[in-house]
């Protein structure tokens, strides 16, 4: 029962997360409501609705419980930027261009800077450029002069663009141009029914294929690392490029695992096997010993709090296989779970 009698305590990184369609067509901010000391919706973007989540029965857990929950709150952070870059190849790139410009807005054309933090928040929102119920690449309403004269003031005022091979922020800018501007452009991150002369994998632009990985390549192949492996063509040759402490996102994983350690001495018995045994998966990306992180979660059907950690869901890959990362952290609510534990005591 405990995974059903849980309340949500933070998201951190959601791959398989949905937005939740209003009416509205503009970003606002819903002013608060006079008949409740809570707000739950807090802004709509276009289609998306940003909604406050309250971890009610917090404040009531021990501190051991609370000590663990941050720790897990801190893997799932750390892995953040896994979900992004699988996405798309350069999403984590534009996703910084857009932070450094909404975060010195100072000399910036005003209906400029409102389309870009318009369009930086439906990105934050997906985790990266497209939009996570269609498939489809969304794209700003403005022109690239006035992008990179935004990003030009922005650098004015103290913004600093890391860019690539010592390209020129102008030369950035114009590689990445029809990511930001172009709506047929590499439009679709996951194609189910592929146009004309394409097929699932050359017509969808996620990140877990690259060099030009198609349907015809994969035949004869075997994989070992389907759920957590890049695929990726070398020299003709499909190799795969495991997620792993020292493999493909090492640098993102190895703390993802610091921070998981620091939680298991504050963990139930049950849940720090769980914990070692994932831990050990993000060690070898071995199928067997993801089995055995699997059947030690299962296992655990006390703890006060649970996570998910990994790569799991295989929604953004068109053929189902490749799991995109994702993390939650949940605590039991006391006094719900005792409510709804007497509605089920009781139940005929």
């Known amino acids: 029962m405990k995974r059903f ?11 398989c997360g949905r937005t939740t ?25 276009e289609d998306a609705a940003v ?30 930027d ?15 261009i857009l932070d450094q410009i909404v975060a010195h807005p100072q000399g910036i054309d005003p209906a400029t800077f409102a389309e870009i933090q318009r369009y930086t928040k439906l990105f934050w929102i997906n985790n990266g450029p497209y939009n996570n119920l269609t498939a489809r690449k969304f794209v700003l309403k403005t022109t690239p002069d006035a992008l990179a004269a935004a990003a030009k003031s922005a650098q004015a005022g ?5 860019t690539q091979n010592g390209e020129t922020l102008d030369a950035t800018l114009k590689r990445l141009q029809p990511m930001f501007f172009d709506p047929e452009f590499e439009a679709s991150v996951t194609t189910k029914a592929p146009p004309p002369g394409k097929d699932i994998l050359t017509a969808s632009y996620n990140n877990l294929y690259a060099g030009g990985v198609s ?18 063509k070398q020299n003709g040759k499909l190799v795969e490029e495991v997620y792993k402490i020292d493999g493909r996102y090492a640098r993102q994983i190895t703390e993802v695992v610091r921070h998981l350690n620091d939680a298991i001495p504050h963990a139930t018995e049950p849940m720090q096997n769980a914990l070692r045994a994932l831990i050990q998966w993000y060690r070898t990306g071995e199928e067997s010993d993801r089995e055995k992180y699997d059947i030690a979660w299962v296992a655990d059907k006390a703890s006060p709090v649970d ?30 779970t005792e409510i709804i534990n007497k509605i089920g005591d009781n139940a005929q």
């Open 5 to 15: 009698l849980t309340a949500l305590l933070a998201l951190a990184v959601v791959a």
């Open 215 to 232: 349907m015809t390549d994969l035949k004869g192949f075997t994989e070992k690392y389907g759920l957590n492996a890049r695929l990726v």
């Open 82 to 96: 896994i979900f992004i870059d699988q996405k798309h190849r350069s999403a984590l790139e534009m996703r910084g």
């Open 158 to 162: 103290g913004a600093t663009f890391p």
């Open 21 to 45: 369609s209003t009416p509205a067509t503009e970003s606002r901010t819903d002013p608060a409501s006079p008949s409740t000391d809570r707000k739950y919706l807090l802004e709509r973007v």
């Open 307 to 336: 996570t998910i950690n990994g790569f799991i869901e295989v929604y953004l890959d068109p053929r189902g296989i490749k799991g995109s990362w994702e993390a939650l952290v949940f605590s039991i609510n006391p006094e719900k």
């Open 51 to 80: 909604v406050q989540l309250y971890a009610d029965g917090f404040e009531k857990l021990p501190l051991r419980d609370k000590t663990l929950i941050w720790h897990l709150y801190q893997a799932a952070i750390a892995g953040r």
